[in-house]
T-cell receptor, first 115, second 114 residues
Framework: EDKVVQSPLSLVVHEGDTVTLNCSYE??????LLWYKQEKKAPTFLFML????IEKKSGRLSSILDKKELFSILNITATQTGDSAIYLC???????????????FGAGTQVVVTP | DGGITQSPKYLFRKEGQNVTLSCEQN?????MYWYRQDPGQGLRLIYY???????QKGDIAEGYSVSREKKESFPLTVTSAQKNPTAFYLC?????????????FGPGTRLTVL
């Protein structure tokens, strides 16, 4: 059965700390791994990772994919209170009859950044 | 501005009633998706449609129905057969033109059964 597992489920850090979020996946017909940030509303896109070992960065956030070990990590450095959110990872898989594929989501990691 | 709209933002339903959630996109995206999110859980796929007049069941389709008569619209009906419909419902779309084919999400509809 296809599944995406995120860890930890929640964590609390102080402003300025570095956070590492984990996402492992077991998905057939895997195409890409996506990260989203959700703040009490719709998820907003952060990264899409397709190739192994290539880090993607956006400001204080970065992410990397390991397709051999089937996991991805999302790093947030110098955290700020505005980083408090649920971080979702999802694997994009494309079946033989799909044109655009489907996303299989993990349960998310709740991050709380305290002042 | 291009985007996905969902209405209503909040919806209250009495037990035994059918309700329809609206999802419209003007991104010219081919594929559209409906997800359900419960507290402490990720998003679960209800239905999706890759082209007009065609749709497939997701992981939790029981008690829901959809239609895709127009490319821009993908309404979701929550029927009385859905035993636990209180949740946050998200519509998404994907298609050519996205930066990396990431899914774009609408703002969501929060459904509460009274």
């Amino acid at each position: 059965e296809d599944k995406v597992v995120q860890s930890p489920l929640s964590l609390v850090v102080h402003e300025g700390d570095t956070v590492t979020l984990n996402c492992s996946y077991e998905v057939t017909n895997f195409r890409s791994l996506l990260w989203y940030k959700q703040e009490k509303k719709a998820p907003t896109f952060l990264f899409m990772l397709t190739s192994s070992g290539i880090e993607k960065k956006s400001g204080r956030l970065s992410s990397i994919l390991d397709k051999k070990e089937l996991f991805s990590i999302l790093n947030i450095t110098a955290t700020q209170t505005g980083d408090s959110a649920i971080y979702l990872c999802a694997s994009l898989w494309v079946g033989t009859t799909d044109s655009w594929g489907k996303l299989q989501f993990g349960a998310g990691t709740q991050v709380v950044v305290t002042p | 501005d291009g985007g996905i709209t969902q209405s209503p933002k909040y919806l209250f339903r009495k037990e035994g009633q059918n309700v329809t959630l609206s999802c419209e996109q003007n991104l010219n995206h081919d594929a559209m998706y409906w997800y359900r999110q419960d507290p402490g859980q990720g998003l679960r796929l209800i239905y999706y449609s890759q082209i007009v007049n065609d749709f497939q069941k997701g992981d939790i389709a029981e008690g829901y129905s959809v239609s895709r008569e127009k490319k821009e619209s993908f309404p979701l009906t929550v029927t009385s057969a859905q035993k636990n419909p209180t949740a946050f419902y998200l519509c998404a779309s994907i298609g050519a033109g996205g930066v990396g084919n990431e899914q774009f999400f609408g703002p969501g509809t929060r459904l509460t059964v009274l």
